[in-house]
């Protein structure tokens, strides 16, 4: 039997030509998207996408599915307007984060909350560490898990409540034959004379990197900008590039990329945290309540 979910990462495979991207597009973890596909597979018993290296491709009778796919949808869509008020009681929670979070604590408690009930629906807002701080003080979204920003002391400010937080350790991403992959932990200066892999600037990580590199003496010039980890793996594979990624973030392929991570243990780099913040005062909400509890059940791992 399929379900709606199946159905709409079907579609967003068949979008973007990725797994991958469309489990980020999606917020979910590519092992979720990737069973989704495989258990569609299994109930039409045939193959729907051509698999290789570059991505994947649909094939006839993933066409014809994904024609069902679309009218599936759209009938659930207007059966659930024609309810009215039974749609009406479905919750929505909206989550301002950044991409690294989204793709992995986030995702994660999403793909929890969605398998214990359909009353809630959740959006996702896409912001770094400072936006994403206003996005929740003008209460446009209700929760936010994001790194700390320096500087900023949340028990202050207003319209925004500390909820948890864990302290986020840093990573040396590397390909699995890289020199330094044997290693049990690397400084900055390991790794300044090897091309960087960085988050865009204004990224807290990255602030903190450019002054731990300063602090060696030399000019940070990043070779590579994402912030996608799932494509930083990809570029990261067969290649001498090291980036930065706190634990929570980095992505549960790192090993099928072809990838490792070692501790980055500098007292250059100042300690940092993953938090999750609401908006205060919080709106009363059982659907809330749930998608807290998952995202601290996830972010303490």
Same mark, same amino acid.
């Given at each position: ?22 489990? #980020? ?26 698999? /290789?290296?570059?991505?994947? *491709? ?28 039974? /749609? ?25 909350? &969605? ?33 700390? *920003? ?41 790794? *300044? ?20 590199? #300063? ?24 290649? /001498?590039?090291?980036? &930065? ?6 992505? /549960? ?10 501790? *980055? ?25 749930? &998608? ?10």
């Amino acid at each position: 039997m399929t379900d709606l979910r199946s159905l709409t990462t079907l579609l967003a495979v068949v979008e973007y030509g990725s797994i991958h991207l469309a489990a #980020r597009a999606l917020f979910v973890s590519h092992s979720t998207a990737s069973r989704q596909i495989r258990a569609l597979e299994e109930h039409f018993g045939t193959s729907l996408f051509e698999r /290789s290296s570059s991505g994947v *491709v649909p094939t006839a009778q993933c066409l014809a599915v994904a024609d069902f796919a679309r009218r599936t949808i759209a009938e659930s869509e207007l059966l659930a307007d024609s309810f009215g008020e039974y /749609s009406g009681a479905v919750e929505t929670v909206s989550i301002v984060t950044s991409t690294g979070l989204g793709q992995t604590v986030v995702a994660d408690a999403i793909n929890e909350v &969605m398998r214990t009930t359909d009353r809630v629906q959740v959006t996702i807002i896409d912001r770094g560490s400072i936006e994403a701080l206003q996005v929740l003080r003008n209460r446009q979204a209700d929760l936010c898990v994001n790194f700390s *920003v320096t500087g900023h002391d949340f028990a202050s400010v207003h319209g925004v409540r500390k909820v948890d937080q864990v302290e986020a350790q840093n990573f040396a991403v590397l390909d699995a034959n890289h020199a330094l992959a044997s290693r049990s932990s690397l400084h900055i200066r390991d790794m *300044v004379d090897y091309p960087v892999g960085a988050l865009p600037a204004g990224n807290t990580a990255r602030m903190r990197i450019e002054q731990a590199v #300063r602090a060696q003496g030399q000019v940070f010039s990043p070779t590579l900008e994402a912030t996608c980890p799932v494509l930083m793996l990809r570029a990261l594979a067969g290649t /001498s590039m090291i980036a &930065m990624m706190a634990g929570r973030s980095i992505p /549960s392929t790192l090993a099928e990329a072809g990838c490792t991570a070692v501790p *980055v243990e500098d007292p250059d780099i100042e300690a940092r945290y993953i938090q999750i913040l609401e908006a205060d005062p919080r709106r009363d909400s059982d659907g809330l309540d749930l &998608m807290i509890d998952a995202l601290r059940k996830h972010l303490r791992g």
